[in-house]
Structure formats: structure tokens, C-alpha cells
């Protein structure tokens, strides 16, 4: 088993069929296919199924696909690291953000990056923190915007910072409601929350472990449409910082920081732990950090 067979390997899996891996590796089809066949051979076990719209990884196939990204992924790190001793920093740094930091941060974060390593491709993906961090696990990211489950230590690698929530609505929604009320405040309004959202499952646990009983009339997940309800006095919805920053900038909403005690997300920056840290990274981790930071001070 060599290095070109493993590509081709991952190659197939990821695409789905071989005729589109074909097209992706830029081999034809017969010569990918007998390559596959070698590699079963050689290991004495069957890998791809193959069938009318597709292929499929059986158990030992799925085994072997997530040990050979990471190999590769090794030996992506490994030459870049020799590269980088001689002055040399490029290659590609894949970032996991936050959905609710996304529209603040990406567009920064990649200009930023290519300004200061030109030689550098940022990959930034977007996701719910479950997500992200499983992505971070298994090896699809350097590193990630993560909630995490307290609040970070002052000093410790990764420490972000800690945003409040806020409920967002119309003004003639929440007229009854004070500048900063807690969740027993909010309990007369409608709400629009969706199980989705981390914010607000972190409302709902809340309210369970208070007793309290929120008038929740739906959700959605698109924020965008969220707030298009809000707009329309449907009713109000429950954000961290940075969204609900936003969302006040919508003509006719409002946003007041929710004044109850623990009620707080975490935010951390969490690197891949087993894949080694270039300076590539590293230094994507410290733009990111600095973006992160001017953002809790503007907000």
C-alpha cells in the first residue's frame, strides 16, 4: 500500500462513484477501478460497494478512509513544515466558524490571512459548534470557533470570550418589557425559537431548570427569516451578542441584553490537537484571535 493508492482511495470515497473520482483524480475510469481492486486484494478485504447511483464505504472501507486522510494530512504537514524552515510558508488552513460569528468575521478573517501569508488558501467553514467540533475531531479543520462548556480561563490557549444574550423584536413588541429584563420578563412575549439554535437551547435549559414556561410559537432555523418574522411583529427571538448586533441594525428591531445570571455563551478557538501546528496556523489562529477581540470590544 503507497502513498498514490491511498489518494486515490480517499479520492473515491469523497467523490461518491468512480467516474467522478475519475474526473477529480484525472485517471480514466478502467485504470482507477483496477487500482481499487489491487488495494482490495491487498488487504484482503472489500472496501467500495458498488452500486446503480454510486459507491459506498462498507465498515472496513470507512476504517481505512478516515485513518488515510489522516496520513495524508501528515504528510501535507510534514512537507510544509520542511518548507517552512526555509523561509517558505504556504499550503491551506481550514477555520470552522460560528453560523453567528460567520457574517462578521469570514470576510475579514480571509483577507487578513492572504495578507499576511499571499502564499496561504484559507478554507472557512460555517456550522453549529457540535458540527465544527466534529469536524475539528476527525481532522477536516486546523481549528474552530467552539461554544465551549464554561467560561475560558484567563491566559489559557483558546480563550476567546463570553457573550451575553439578548431578546430581539419590534419595539411594539416588546414595549412592556424593561431595558434589561431577565426571562421571567420575557415570558408574556411570543417567542420564535428554534431547538436548532445553541443560544437557544441554552434558553430552554434554562427555563426548564427555573420552572419557567416561555410562550413559544415556532421557529425557524435561516436567522434571516427569523428576524424577516420578527420584523413582521410575529414575535421576538432570543440571540448572542454578535447577532442580535446585527439584527438591531434592521429597521425596526430592537435588541435588550437579557440581565439573568448564567446565561452566557462561551466562546473559545480550539486548534486540531494530533495533526502538529505549522506557522501557517498558528498565525491564522493569531489574526483570528485579534479579530475576535476587536469585535468584543466594539460590541
Not at 42 to 71: D, F, H, N, Q
Not at 191 to 210: F, G, I, K, N
Not at 262 to 277: K, P, S
Request: aromatic share 4%; charged share 25%.
Amino acid at each position: 500500500m503507497d502513498i498514490r493508492q491511498l489518494k486515490y482511495f480517499v479520492g473515491i470515497a469523497e467523490a461518491g462513484s468512480l467516474t467522478e473520482a475519475s474526473r477529480r483524480l484525472h485517471i480514466v475510469q478502467p485504470a482507477l477501478s483496477q487500482r481499487l481492486s489491487d488495494l482490495e486484494r491487498e488487504l484482503g478485504v472489500k472496501l467500495v460497494v458498488r452500486g446503480r447511483v454510486g459507491t459506498a464505504l462498507t465498515p472496513a472501507g470507512t476504517e481505512l478512509y478516515e485513518r488515510s486522510k489522516r496520513i495524508l494530512q501528515q504528510i501535507d504537514y510534514a512537507a510544509a513544515a520542511a518548507r517552512e524552515k526555509a523561509g517558505v510558508v504556504e499550503g491551506v488552513i481550514t477555520i470552522g466558524l460560528l453560523r453567528s460569528l460567520s457574517p462578521l468575521l469570514s470576510v475579514r478573517l480571509f483577507s487578513e490571512i492572504r495578507a499576511a501569508m499571499p502564499r496561504v488558501r484559507p478554507q472557512i467553514r460555517v456550522g453549529y459548534s457540535a458540527e465544527l467540533e466534529r469536524l475539528l475531531f476527525k481532522g477536516d479543520l486546523d481549528m474552530a470557533t467552539l461554544v465551549a462548556a464554561g467560561a475560558p480561563e484567563a491566559g489559557a490557549r483558546g480563550a476567546a470570550f463570553s457573550e451575553r444574550l439578548f431578546i430581539v423584536g419590534s419595539r411594539d413588541v416588546l414595549r412592556a418589557v424593561p431595558r434589561r429584563p431577565t426571562l421571567a420578563d420575557v415570558q408574556p412575549i411570543e417567542l420564535l425559537l428554534s431547538p436548532m439554535q445553541p443560544a437557544h437551547r441554552l434558553v430552554l435549559e434554562a427555563c426548564e431548570r427555573s420552572g419557567l414556561d416561555l410562550r413559544i410559537v415556532g421557529g425557524i432555523e435561516d436567522l434571516p427569516s427569523m428576524l424577516e418574522l420578527c420584523e413582521q411583529g410575529v414575535g421576538a427571538t432570543i440571540l448572542s451578542t454578535f447577532a442580535a448586533r446585527r439584527a438591531a441594525q434592521r429597521t425596526g428591531l430592537i435588541a435588550l441584553p437579557i440581565a439573568e445570571s448564567g446565561l452566557e455563551r462561551h466562546v473559545r478557538i480550539a486548534l486540531a490537537t494530533d495533526t502538529g501546528w505549522s506557522e501557517a496556523v498558528l498565525v491564522g489562529e493569531s489574526i483570528l484571535s485579534r479579530l475576535l477581540a476587536e469585535s468584543v470590544k466594539r460590541s
